[in-house]
C-alpha cells in the first residue's frame, strides 16, 4: 500500500542499470510455506582460538596475524585472482576466449575484536575504515594491469560468511565488475548529455521528493532508491561527486562514516537481529579512463524481506534478468526511519 492506501503496482526504471524494476507491492503478505533462513546464532566471545582473523592467530598460509588493534588487510589466503593464477593457458575452444585470473585478492579485517559487526563500531573506527579502504582503492589501482578495484563486505551466514569476525573483502582485477561497467556507461552518457552526474541528479530527486531520504549528515546522505530492487535496497554517498574514494577529503569521509553508522544501526535495529547483507563500494575502473561523470556510491543490499524469510532470486531475475519487488521503498524507508538510534545490543539501550 502507499501512503494514500492505493495499491502500488507498477514498473520503475532503475537509471544506473537502465533496467525496470516491477514494483508488485500488493503481493508481499502472500503466504509463505517454503525455507526459512536459520535463527540468528548466540553472540560467540572477543576473542576464538582458531579464528583466521583474530589478533595472534595462525592462518591457512602458514603466516600468523599481528596483534593488531584496528584495521588490519592481509592477502586473501584462498585467492580467487592472484598473482600466482596460471598465466599460460589452453586455448578456449571455439569462438570461446578465456584469460589468466590474474589480480589481487584481500582480506581487511575491521576490528581486532571477533564478537562486533561494523554497525557496533564507533563512527571514528569507521572512518579508520574508511581511510584504509581509499589507500587499497588508490593502492591496487594504480598498479599495471588492475583495471577495477572492488570493495565489498558479505555479511550473514544467508550470503555464504562463516566466520563472523567482522570483515570485508577486496578483489583487484584486470577486468571492470558488470554492475560497475553498466554503471560508468549510463553515467557517461548522461553526463554528455546533461553535463551533469547521473547519480548526482538521484540524489537530487531524492532531495526533493523525500519520501526515501533516510539521514542526511553533512556532506553524506543515506536514502532507499526510487527504483530498489531488494526490500531494504540502501544507498550511502558524499553529495559532490567523487568519481571514487580517492578525491574524498577526510571531512567527507568522517560524514560517510556517520552516514554508515546511521544506516548500519537501522538495520540491525529493524528485527533485533545482526542483519545480512551485501556492502559494495561502487567507483570508478582504474583504467585510466575518464569517469568524471561517475559518483562514487556503497550500495548496502540485504538478502531478507521478512525476519528469516529470504528474497529467493528465481524466474524474473535469474531466468530473465529483471528484478520483481514485493515491496515499496516509500513504506519500507518510513519503517527505516522510524527506528532508535541506538543499537539493540549497546548495553543499557
Ligand atoms: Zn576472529
Ligand atoms: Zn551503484
Known amino acids: 500500500m502507499s501512503d494514500s492506501g492505493v495499491v502500488t503496482w507498477e514498473q520503475r526504471w532503475h537509471p544506473l542499470r537502465e533496467e525496470w524494476v ?11 510455506h517454503g525455507e526459512r533462513a536459520a535463527p540468528p546464532a548466540a553472540r560467540p566471545p572477543a576473542y576464538v582460538e582458531d579464528c583466521y582473523f ?8 602458514g603466516a600468523r596475524n599481528p596483534q593488531y588493534r584496528s584495521v588490519f588487510v592481509f592477502d586473501n589466503d584462498h585467492p580467487c585472482v592472484g598473482p600466482d593464477a596460471p598465466q599460460s593457458l589452453a586455448a578456449a ?9 590474474s589480480g589481487i585478492a584481500r582480506v581487511v579485517c575491521y576490528s581486532p575484536r571477533h564478537n562486533i559487526t561494523l554497525a557496533e563500531l564507533d563512527p571514528s573506527e569507521i572512518l579508520t575504515l574508511l581511510i584504509a579502504w581509499r589507500e587499497q582503492y588508490v593502492d591496487l589501482g594504480t598498479r599495471p594491469g588492475v583495471r577495477h578495484v572492488l570493495i565489498f563486505e558479505n555479511k550473514g551466514e544467508v550470503v555464504g560468511v562463516s566466520n563472523p569476525h567482522p570483515h570485508g573483502q577486496i578483489y583487484a582485477t584486470n577486468f571492470v565488475f558488470k554492475t560497475i561497467e553498466t554503471e560508468v556507461e549510463a553515467s557517461r552518457r548522461y553526463y554528455e548529455e546533461h553535463r551533469r552526474a547521473l547519480f548526482h541528479d538521484i540524489i537530487r530527486s ?24 531488494y526490500a531494504y535496497e540502501c544507498y550511502v554517498a558524499p553529495r559532490e561527486t567523487h568519481s571514487s574514494l580517492a578525491t574524498v577529503t577526510d571531512g567527507e569521509l568522517a560524514d560517510l562514516a556517520t552516514a554508515l553508522k546511521w544506516l548500519l544501526v537501522r538495520y540491525d535495529n529493524l528485527w ?13 575502473p582504474t583504467d585510466g579512463g575518464d569517469y568524471s561523470g561517475f559518483h562514487f556510491h556503497i550500495e548496502c543490499h540485504p538478502p531478507l524481506r521478512k525476519p528469516q524469510l529470504l528474497k529467493y532470486l528465481a524466474g524474473p531475475e535469474i ?5 520483481l519487488s514485493d515491496t515499496l521503498p516509500e513504506v519500507k524507508a518510513a519503517e527505516l526511519r522510524a527506528l532508535p538510534a541506538v543499537h539493540y545490543r549497546t548495553p543499557d539501550a
Open 54 to 61: 583474530c589478533p595472534g592467530n595462525p592462518r591457512v598460509s
Open 272 to 284: 533485533q537481529m545482526s542483519f545480512p547483507y551485501v556492502l559494495a563500494l561502487h567507483q570508478a
Open 93 to 101: 575452444p571455439g569462438i570461446y576466449r578465456n584469460s589468466p585470473a
Open 206 to 229: 531524492e532531495l526533493e521528493d523525500g519520501r526515501r531520504v533516510l539521514a542526511e549528515t553533512g556532506s553524506a546522505i543515506v536514502f532507499m532508491p526510487y527504483f530498489a530492487r
Open 22 to 32: 516491477i514494483v508488485a507491492a500488493h503481493r508481499n503478505d502472500r503466504p509463505w
Open 319 to 323: 531466468g530473465g534478468g529483471n528484478f
